[in-house]
């Protein structure tokens, strides 16, 4: 049997998406990100408009997102639980990988104040300076 005869056209040697660059490069930036500039911005808006909506906001993704103490009688803290075990995880496998060891540092010590945060119940003292209505 003779084997097909096919030619590639259109062959190119650079690729045909570009690679989209990374806005984030390590974890703890992520982390940064996601547990003290949303709720940062969330709070200030609440704070400075007065505005029980922006306040029920922060309430809520505070309670159920940043929060890495999980309590699933009432589901609050399991995303948070979750999202920091995945960049844990993600900083331990790159930190290993890239032998970059400050991210894994970092990573470990923004949890660690984000898990201290919410366990003294510092959120809540926060809450008394807002409107919640």
């Not at 056209?9 to 660059?21: I, L």
């Not at 703890?28 to 400075?48: D, E, G, R, S």
């Not at 639980?81 to 970059?100: A, D, E, P, W």
């Not at 949890?111 to 919410?118: E, G």
């Amino acid at each position: 049997m003779a084997k097909p005869n096919i030619r590639l056209t259109g062959y190119r040697k650079t690729p045909v998406f570009e690679e989209k660059k990374e806005v984030f490069k390590y974890c703890w930036q992520w982390i940064l990100y996601l547990f003290a500039a949303i709720p940062a911005f969330l709070f200030a808006l609440a704070y400075f408009t007065g505005s029980g909506f922006f306040s029920r906001m922060f309430h809520t993704y505070s309670l159920y997102i940043a929060n890495p103490v999980p309590n699933f009688q009432s589901y609050t803290g399991v995303a948070g639980f979750v999202i920091t075990m995945y960049f844990l995880f993600m900083s331990v496998r790159m930190s290993v990988r890239n032998k970059n060891w400050l991210d894994l540092v970092l990573t470990i010590f923004f949890i660690a104040v984000n898990i201290s945060f919410f366990k003294w119940g510092l959120n809540y003292t926060l809450l008394s300076y807002l409107t919640v209505s």
